[in-house]
């Protein structure tokens, strides 16, 4: 099992490439530094929660969308103004997502000590994926989320509920992230 260390180093080290060339989300190294914290964890990937436009003609039609606007910390008004001006080959769509990670724990003890505490702070959508030569993956993920469909003819005082409810959910996504990364810590 000696290579399951390594492959934990290499992962810890790309978090700081990762940082280094702007692709890590802005509020997500804390948590990742209590994932690494566990002996026997390390983070393959990761999302601390974020909100997006995208052109489509359904919110999970991934293949046939684009991304016209994403951000990790929020939106206002005006930005959300601004995509829409813009108008779209199909239909836009704000989509608020919750933090989720995919990480690699080395024994099923460990999955199941990690499923305990990442549901225990609302992480409830998270499980056991698979096994492979990097140990057991897990997916944890919160239920956070928000799909609304947005219309390219809607003026910007509509857009205001839709903008604070939007960035509530994000809110109440990143305040678990934060319980998150207390009870990683706390669990050691």
Known sequence: MEQWYVKKEKAYQRIFKD????????????????????????????CSGRITVIDAH?????????VVFKDHLGITSNQLDAVVEKGALRKLWLIVQGPIFHVYAKTLD?????LQVSRSVGFKHSGLLTKNSNGYLVEVRSGVRMDHLL?????LSEFGPVVSVANEVLKRGKERLFSLTQALKDSI
Do not use: C, H
């Open 151 to 155: 219309y390219d003819r809607s003026p």
């Open 19 to 46: 940082r280094e060339i702007g692709y890590l989300d802005p509020d997500i190294l804390p948590t990742l530094q209590a994932f690494f914290s566990w002996p026997n964890l390390f983070t393959k990937s990761s």
């Open 110 to 114: 460990d999955v199941w000590k990690l």
């Open 58 to 66: 359904m919110p999970w039609d991934r293949k046939n969308s684009t």
